[in-house]
Nanobody, 125 residues
């Protein structure tokens, strides 16, 4: 599986962005997808995850109510809609895919088998 993240950019606080993660391969629909971010000098952190069926979603507390993860299995694409962006959301955002991720592992980067190149999101105050 190859992943390609896109949609990042420079925005002002309060603006919105939608990130996309396009995946190759026929088994996309069976993978748990996750969005992570990494700010300069910090470790990669979990942002949101979505199970293969699209009905089970997970979010880190700091983005609940502002970010929405979704997926379109017909298009082999996962999305992260980010609203009410804050300067502290500034980071490189990565999407990951994992085939055998149990619930307790959704937030753990090592659980993901595949990663795309990140897309930079910069939020100015």
């Amino acid at each position: 599986v190859q992943l390609q993240a896109s949609g990042g950019g420079l925005v002002q606080a309060g603006d919105s962005l939608r990130l996309s993660c396009a995946a190759s391969g026929r088994t996309f629909s069976s993978y748990t997808m996750g969005w992570f971010r990494q700010a300069p000098g910090k470790e990669r952190e979990f942002v949101a995850g979505i199970r293969w069926g699209g009905n089970t979603k997970y979010y880190t507390d700091s983005v609940k109510g502002r970010f929405t993860i979704s997926r379109d299995n017909a298009k082999n694409t996962a999305y992260l809609q980010m609203n009410s962006l804050k300067p502290e959301d500034t980071a490189v955002y990565y999407c990951g895919a994992g085939n055998r991720i149990i619930i307790s592992q959704v937030r753990a980067p090592p659980a993901y088998d595949y990663w795309g190149r990140g897309t930079l999101v910069t939020v100015s105050s």
